[in-house]
């Protein structure tokens, strides 16, 4: 593929389709976050366990996965855009069913939607973005990733809302069903703003599946195997802390609503600021090596978060952790895009992150059992260790 000649972040082509992606990702990680800080909630409304609370995250999750090679190898020989569309029609389902959910087989079968919208979304536009933005790919990626801050931010916002209900509305008391219906709302926005400044044909050819050739390309090298296996601890990690994280303070931490719901938005106001400069600096310098700094940061303060008692501590310590680990996404991309062919760009970045997510996906199906029989300050002690070897393996690979 030719070099792109306008790779300008605001303005021309480029930096509009940058732009709209980034709003669409922000409107679905917006619909996703919700479930997070809304958890205790949904748990008492279906009467349910944090065990099976955490199955259906997991089942999100592992959607989630299962969706990214398919639909980054489709995009390989179709348009990019041929896929982002169907993600967000996904997601706009998805969300209403989310809206209107009174079962927990309802809640399982939104959750399913939710991460497989999600999945269709998510290889096609890191793909178009990489053919997009060649020299300056770790910012582009750190500006669309920005977009799961943004989202977890208005997600955590509108959260401390619903939870606070008679408090903060004073006439009216909110319930946890109704924002779902402005995100399904909102995507159907962000996707006709796509349509009008997309330029590309809608075209889906029918590519060869090539599965085992990709699989043998990402593992070929010990390099490349210590990546897949790094980054999978590191997203089984996030996806235990993140689909956990307010009912934590809440419970271990005894913290009263909608303190939980407000230190669920720090990592998000530290994420949106972070991950443009990371995918920034890792332009510049060794990716690896602003990763396992990242790791080493973010293990500490997981450390501090279990110990600290006062709320100024948890806050501090949920902060910095944030710094940590919202390095490591434009980064991730970033990684597995360079050593990618031209020709299967989507096809590697799929099957890489399907590894990823689903062994990520076993996060919050750890974190629900384990907070359960041993505890969450143990539990989030296994985590940290999780990140202690993630940077190990990178360490090991750096040179």
Not at 212 to 237: E, N
Request: with cysteine; glycine share 12%; proline share 5%.
């Amino acid at each position: 593929m030719s070099r792109p000649a306008d790779e300008r972040l605001f303005g021309g082509h480029s930096g509009r389709i940058l732009w709209s992606l980034a709003l669409a990702w922000a409107t679905l990680q917006t619909g996703r976050f919700l479930l997070s800080p809304l958890l205790p909630t949904i748990i008492d409304t279906l009467s349910i366990t944090t065990v099976t609370a955490g199955l259906a995250l997991g089942g999100l999750q592992l959607a989630y996965a299962l969706t990214q090679y398919p639909s980054g190898r489709i995009s390989d020989s179709s348009s990019r855009a041929a896929l982002v569309l169907p993600g967000i029609g996904v997601s706009i389902g998805a969300f209403l069913l989310v809206a209107v959910t009174s079962t927990y087989g309802m809640f399982v079968v939104a959750t399913l939607l939710v991460g497989a919208g999600k999945g269709l979304f998510a290889i096609p536009s890191r793909a178009l973005l990489s053919d997009l933005f060649v020299n300056r790919r770790g910012q582009a990626l750190g500006i669309y990733t920005a977009g799961t801050d943004g989202g977890g931010l208005l997600a955590a916002g509108v959260a401390f809302v619903i939870v606070g209900g008679t408090t903060v509305l004073a006439t009216v008391t909110p319930t946890w069903r109704l924002p779902f219906g402005a995100i399904a709302a909102a995507l159907i926005a962000s996707g006709l703003l796509y349509v009008v400044w997309n330029h590309e044909p809608l075209r889906i050819d029918r590519p060869p599946v090539a599965l085992v050739r990709t699989l043998r390309r990402l593992f070929a090298t010990r390099r490349q195997r210590g990546l897949l296996l790094a980054f999978s601890l590191f997203y089984f990690t996030i996806g235990a802390w993140i689909n956990f994280l307010p009912t934590y303070l809440s419970d271990a931490k005894e913290l009263s609503a909608p303190l939980p719901q407000l230190l669920f938005a720090v990592v998000f106001a530290v994420g949106i600021t972070i991950k443009p400069v990371a995918g920034a600096l890792s332009d510049r310098l060794p990716r690896r090596l602003v990763a396992v700094t990242g790791l080493m940061l973010a293990a500490g303060a997981l450390g501090l978060v279990i110990t600290a008692r006062s709320v100024t501590t948890i806050a501090a310590a949920i902060g910095l952790f944030a710094v940590g680990y919202k390095t490591q996404f434009p980064i991730i991309d970033a990684l597995v895009l360079d050593t990618a062919p031209d020709d299967n760009l989507g096809g590697d970045l799929g099957a890489a992150r399907t590894f990823f997510l689903a062994i990520g996906a076993l996060g919050p199906v750890y974190m629900g059992t384990a907070a359960a029989t041993v505890g969450y300050d143990r539990a989030l002690g296994g985590l940290a260790l999780c990140l202690v070897v993630t940077a190990a393996v990178l360490c090991r690979d750096m040179r």
